[in-house]
């Protein structure tokens, strides 16, 4: 059974710092791709990053470019997600995704088959 689970949201001040794990397990994660996407309340889900887990490419929306960087860890199935100088716009429910690395390093949600059930991240100004 395909797992993502999400840890290490929580309530942070403007400007500070936060990072996200998202620990995978019930398929070969080297074959995938690994999605963050994040949904503001009222708002539609948007992808933050990816990464492919096979040669560690990665892709970033412009929100998350200079602030936010996405790395892997092969050895223990987990990708994580950096975010610094956090501003009050980054609140929302943050998830990580799965696609196979066929399917290429895009962050549409449409694209993503296996979903975390997300870690809030709150940002207080």
């Known amino acids: 059974e395909v797992q993502l689970v999400e840890s290490g949201g929580g309530l942070v001040e403007a400007g500070g710092s936060l990072r996200l794990s998202c620990a995978t397990s019930?398929?070969?994660?080297?074959?995938?791709?690994i999605g963050w996407f994040r949904q503001a309340p009222g708002k539609r889900r948007e992808g933050v990053s990816s990464?492919?887990?096979?040669?560690?490419?990665?892709k970033y929306r412009a929100p998350a470019k200079g602030r936010f960087t996405i790395s892997r860890d092969n050895a223990d199935n987990t990708v994580y997600l950096q975010m610094n100088s956090l501003k009050p716009e980054d609140t929302a429910v943050y998830y990580c995704?799965?696609?196979?690395?066929?399917?290429?390093?895009?962050?549409?949600?449409?694209?993503?088959?296996?979903w975390g059930q997300g870690t809030q991240v709150t940002v207080s100004s």
């Open positions: 995704a799965a696609v196979h690395v066929r399917n290429g390093l895009g962050i549409q949600t449409w694209q993503y088959d296996y």
């Open positions: 019930g398929f070969n994660s080297g074959d995938f791709v």
């Open positions: 990464i492919s887990m096979s040669d560690g490419s990665t």
